[in-house]
C-alpha cells in the first residue's frame, strides 16, 4: 500500500470500525469506512481473539472493496479498562565533553524514566514526556542541543496488563494483516478532536464509549493523564432493558429514538411511549430518569479522576465531548451543568469526509500514524515480539 493511503482499524466493545485516508495537499481524507458487530470484547479488552479475527476480517473486507485495494497492513487501538498511567521521571548525565544536549542524552533520560517496578504481568506500553530539566531549569520542552551538566525528564507512562496486550497480537495475527502501530485510544480519540490551541491553553477530552468511557487532559501542549472508566452507553440500555423489562434490542431503539437529556424541556401533553408489538408501556419521565441517573454517574466519576488529576487547577477550554454515547440529545448543557466546565460536541478535524462521533477513535489513528511518517518515527512493527515492538517513545523535540 501506497504511504500516502493508511488503513486504520479500531477495536471497541460496541464493535470494529476501520477507515481508509489518503493523504494530500489538503489534509487527510476518507475514501472508505465500514464497521462490524464483534462479540468477542468486554469492557475495551480482547477476551476472544478467534471472534475479534473475524470482525477484523469482516471489516477489512468491506474497506477493500469499497476504496479499491488490497489491505495488508493497518494502525489499530488498544483500549479498555486495564490501561492505566504512572507519572515517572529520569536523570541523566549528558554526554558530550562540550556539554551539549544530543539526542542520544534525550533517548536516554527517557528510557531511563520508563524503568520503574511493576508487577510481572504489567508491561509499560508508551512514553509521553510532559517536560526537562536542565541543571535545576524546569518548564523546558525541547532540550536538544542547550548546555548543561544533568538533564531530567518528566514523564507519563501508559502501562498494559500484558494479558490482553496478548490477546490483541493473537486477534491481529489471525486477521492475516500485519500492524503498521498501535495507539493507546485516550490518545486516539484527542488527536482526532482537539486543536493544537485547545491543547496549550488545558483542555478536558470525554469520549464516552459503549462500554468505557475515557477521559485525557492536556495542557501546555502535553498529555497530563488519562484513564478508562467502567462505564458507558451499553449501560444506559442495560438500565432500560432491566426497568423496561425487554430485550437489549428494544431498550437500544427506544433509547435512541425517545431518550433525552434536554434541561427544561416543555412537557408535552402525552407523557406516554407505546411499542404496541413488544407491548411496551411508559413515561417519558421515567425514561428521561432512567438516562439522567446514568449519565450523571458517568460524568460524577469523571470529575473524580479530573480532580486527582489536576487538582485545582483549571481547564480554560473546558470539556469537549465525543463517543457514540454524546449523541444523546441535551448532553453538552447536561454536562455544563454537571461539570460547572465550558463544554462542546467534539468533531473530527484530523481527518475530512467523516463526521459520525462513532468514528472518532478510527479517524484519531490515521492522524497520528501519518504524522509518525511525517516526522519519521513511523515503525513497520510488523508480525512477533509485539508488546517489545509497541513500545515507543513521542519525541518533545520532533516538530
Known amino acids: 500500500m501506497r504511504s500516502n493511503i493508511l488503513t486504520a482499524i479500531d477495536i471497541g466493545s460496541g464493535g470494529v470500525k476501520g477507515l481508509v485516508g489518503e493523504k494530500n495537499q489538503n489534509g487527510i481524507e476518507v475514501l472508505a469506512l465500514a464497521q462490524g458487530s464483534c462479540l468477542g470484547i468486554r469492557n475495551g479488552e480482547v477476551v476472544s481473539p478467534e471472534q475479534v479475527r473475524q470482525s477484523i476480517l469482516q471489516v477489512k473486507d468491506d474497506l477493500s472493496k469499497s476504496a ?33 544536549i544530543t539526542k542520544e542524552d534525550i533517548n536516554r533520560v527517557l528510557k531511563e524514566a520508563e524503568v520503574i ?33 544533568r538533564l531530567e525528564a518528566e514523564v507519563l507512562l501508559a502501562c498494559v496488563f500484558s494479558p ?3 490477546n490483541l497480537e493473537k486477534a491481529i495475527n489471525l486477521s492475516g494483516l500485519n500492524y503498521s502501530d498501535i495507539f493507546i485510544t485516550p490518545l486516539a480519540v484527542s488527536s482526532a478532536v482537539l486543536s493544537q490551541e485547545q491543547k496549550e491553553l488545558g483542555v478536558l477530552v470525554l469520549d464516552i464509549g459503549f462500554s468505557v468511557t475515557s477521559l485525557a487532559v492536556f495542557d501546555k501542549g502535553e498529555l497530563i493523564d488519562f484513564a478508562v472508566l467502567p462505564l458507558g452507553s451499553s449501560h444506559i440500555t442495560n438500565d432500560l432493558a432491566i426497568g423496561l423489562r425487554t ?23 402525552v407523557d406516554t411511549i407505546k411499542i404496541t408489538e413488544k407491548d411496551i408501556e411508559c413515561s417519558k ?6 438516562i439522567e441517573s446514568r449519565v450523571n454517574e458517568i460524568f460524577f466519576e469523571a470529575q473524580k479522576m479530573l480532580k486527582k488529576m489536576i487538582g485545582q487547577n483549571q481547564l480554560p477550554c473546558g470539556l469537549v465531548l465525543t463517543g457514540g454515547g454524546s449523541l444523546l440529545p441535551g448532553i453538552v448543557d447536561f454536562a455544563k451543568q454537571k461539570c460547572k466546565l465550558p463544554c462542546r460536541l467534539g468533531e473530527i478535524r484530523a481527518v475530512k469526509g467523516i463526521e459520525d462521533p462513532k468514528f472518532t477513535t478510527a479517524a484519531g489513528l490515521l ?23 509497541i513500545k515507543r517513545v513521542f519525541k518533545a523535540f520532533l516538530p
Open 247 to 269: 430485550e437489549i434490542q428494544v431498550a437500544e431503539s427506544i433509547k435512541q429514538e425517545f431518550g433525552t437529556l434536554k434541561l427544561g424541556a416543555k412537557k408535552s401533553s
Open 285 to 290: 419521565t421515567f425514561l428521561k430518569n432512567v
Open 367 to 389: 492522524a497520528l500514524s501519518f504524522s509518525n511518517l511525517e516526522n519519521g518515527t513511523g515503525e513497520k512493527n510488523h508480525q512477533g515480539n509485539f508488546g517489545k515492538k
Open 164 to 166: 490482553v496486550l496478548t
Open 68 to 100: 479499491g485495494i488490497k489491505i495488508r497492513e493497518a494502525v489499530f487501538n488498544i483500549g479498555g479498562t486495564h490501561l492505566f498511567s504512572v507519572h515517572s521521571q529520569g536523570l541523566v548525565s549528558v554526554a558530550r565533553a562540550d556539554r551539549t
Open 117 to 149: 517496578n511493576l508487577q510481572s504481568n504489567k508491561e509499560v506500553l508508551e512514553v509521553f514526556p510532559k517536560g526537562f530539566i536542565v541543571d535545576g531549569e524546569t518548564g523546558i520542552k525541547d532540550p536538544l542541543n542547550l548546555k548543561g551538566i
